[in-house]
């Protein structure tokens, strides 16, 4: 069953669902990095992890750190090891049928 009849909405919608993900992926990232930054500075992280780059203005180390610590993460997802992809993670048949 579709959303609508019309398919110049369902293309908004999709257009609205990638646009959507694409923004919380950044959130999540500079989020996450302002929280490296604050740790470092707190003294919970090492000191060279809060150092803002004079050329851009941001703190190059904290995002290169989190990029390194989110590759085996992006991996197992695509490699459906321990991620949504994977066999594990969706339900049986026999499970299925129960609904």
Same mark, same amino acid.
């Given at each position: 069953m579709a959303i609508s009849g019309s398919p110049i909405i369902v293309? @908004?919608?999709? &257009?609205?669902?990638?646009?959507? !993900?694409?923004?919380?992926?950044?959130?999540?990232?500079?989020?996450?990095?302002?929280?490296?930054?604050?740790?470092? @500075?707190?003294? &919970?992280?090492?000191?060279?992890? !809060?150092?803002v780059s004079p050329k851009w203005h941001t703190p190059v180390a904290a995002h290169v750190v989190y990029f390194l610590a989110s590759i085996p993460v992006i991996w197992s997802t695509i490699s459906g090891v321990n991620g949504p992809l994977s066999p594990s993670a969706s339900p049986s048949p026999a499970a299925m049928s129960s609904w």
């Amino acid at each position: 069953m579709a959303i609508s009849g019309s398919p110049i909405i369902v293309i @908004l919608i999709g &257009l609205g669902y990638i646009l959507n !993900s694409f923004q919380i992926v950044n959130n999540c990232y500079i989020g996450m990095t302002r929280v490296m930054v604050a740790m470092s @500075l707190d003294r &919970l992280l090492p000191e060279w992890v !809060s150092r803002v780059s004079p050329k851009w203005h941001t703190p190059v180390a904290a995002h290169v750190v989190y990029f390194l610590a989110s590759i085996p993460v992006i991996w197992s997802t695509i490699s459906g090891v321990n991620g949504p992809l994977s066999p594990s993670a969706s339900p049986s048949p026999a499970a299925m049928s129960s609904w």
